[in-house]
């Protein structure tokens, strides 16, 4: 009897910086708008059908639930290609960190990706609710927000004279650190395997204008998770 744990189904998978490197090609394909679709066919839906995800899938991507991010499409990606995690904002919250957790422990996607977006409209909605606080907003979405609040701290303010439009991207950055920060503190066995290095955990911003994903400090987004920041 073959030992199931000699060939673990991620064990050809390839290292978290190639998988990176494998969405950033697949984006410049589908924003220079020549995508090849991979991975779509009868023989993958068969494979879907039949095989396990954990044998294929490269990333676990946060996203916002945002419908002008369609995040297969912007990595050019096909069927169990990607594990997606979508809530408005992007944000970490206990339920969001445990699929997180779910991608990296039992899809064994190598690489962990927040991916915010440009005129985000939840942390517009936070930075607007900080600059004029008492609106009537749902208490459910009022609870959302407070994820995205204490990366509001972290924006510096606009200079003078500028109207400060500038300063809703400045959030949509610090959203993604609040994000890394918030998995690390909320999944330890994520920080973790991060730690150990068979998982890393990046942050990336979608430029929802020209549909190109621009990726942030690597360095900054293992610390953000290993809480050292
Ligand atoms: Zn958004």
């Known amino acids: 009897m073959s030992d199931p744990q000699a060939n ?24 220079q708008d020549s995508p090849i679709h991979p991975n779509t066919g009868p023989e993958r839906l068969e494979a879907a059908h039949q095989g396990d995800q954990a044998h294929h899938a ?9 419908s002008r991010v369609p995040v ?8 169990m290609d990607l594990f997606v995690v979508r809530v ?10 445990a699929s997180m957790e779910y991608g990296a ?15 985000c409209g939840a942390v517009t909605a936070a930075w607007n609710r900080r600059q004029q606080p008492g609106g009537e907003l749902e208490p459910n979405i009022a609870g959302l927000l407070e994820y995205i609040e204490p990366a509001l701290d972290r924006v510096p303010p606009a200079p003078a004279g500028d109207p400060g439009h500038g300063q809703v991207d400045l959030a949509v950055e610090e959203n993604i650190w609040q994000a890394l920060g918030d998995l690390g503190r909320l999944s330890p066995l994520v920080r973790q395997a991060c730690a ?20 942030l ?9 290993a809480g050292r920041r």
């Open 72 to 79: 297969e499409r912007i990595f050019d990606a096909g069927i």
């Open 217 to 225: 400090d690597q360095r900054k987004a293992a610390e953000m998770v």
């Open 88 to 97: 408005a904002g992007n944000i970490v919250a206990p339920v969001t960190a």
């Open 105 to 119: 422990l039992h899809v064994h996607t190598p690489l962990l990706v927040v991916l915010g977006h440009t005129s």
């Open 196 to 215: 150990e290095g068979t998982v890393a955990a990046v942050g990336a911003v979608y430029n929802l204008e020209y549909g190109q994903v621009r990726w």
């Open 58 to 66: 490269l990333a676990t991507v946060l996203s916002c639930s945002d």
């Open 8 to 31: 673990p189904p991620h064990a050809k998978k390839p290292t978290p910086s190639e998988v990176l490197a494998i969405l950033a090609e697949g984006n410049r394909r589908f924003w």
